[in-house]
Nanobody
Framework: VQLQASGGGLVQAGGSLRLSCAASGRTFSTYTMGWFRQAPGKEREFVAAIRRSGIGTFYADSVKGRFTISRDNTKNTAYLQVNNLKPEDTAGYYC????????????????WGLGTQVTVSS
């Protein structure tokens, strides 16, 4: 499956963005989809994941209550709504696909899209 993330940008603290991850290739609905982020000099970290059916969402503690992951299997697209952004959310955001049950770990994802940059100014 090929993935393409989009929707990043420069926003002020407290602002919002909607990131999209468009998939093509093998059947999108067979994969758990995840979002990760990586800031300069830091390791890639888990942000959120959503199960194949869309029932079951999981978040890093740092984004709970502010970020919402969703998917539309009819459009082969996953989304990450990011609200109340903070400067520490600044990072490249990456979407990824996995069939592994441990979807918190980046190494368990077989497919990755190119990142979309989110920059939050204070």
């Amino acid at each position: 499956v090929q993935l393409q993330a989009s929707g990043g940008g420069l926003v002020q603290a407290g602002g919002s963005l909607r990131l999209s991850c468009a998939a093509s290739g093998r059947t999108f609905s067979t994969y758990t989809m995840g979002w990760f982020r990586q800031a300069p000099g830091k390791e890639r970290e888990f942000v959120a994941a959503i199960r194949r059916s869309g029932i079951g969402t999981f978040y890093a503690d740092s984004v709970k209550g502010r970020f919402t992951i969703s998917r539309d299997n009819t459009k082969n697209t996953a989304y990450l709504q990011v609200n109340n952004l903070k400067p520490e959310d600044t990072a490249g955001y990456y979407c990824a696909a996995t069939t592994n049950v441990n979807f918190y770990v980046a190494a368990n994802y077989a497919y990755w899209g190119l990142g979309t940059q989110v920059t939050v100014s204070s």
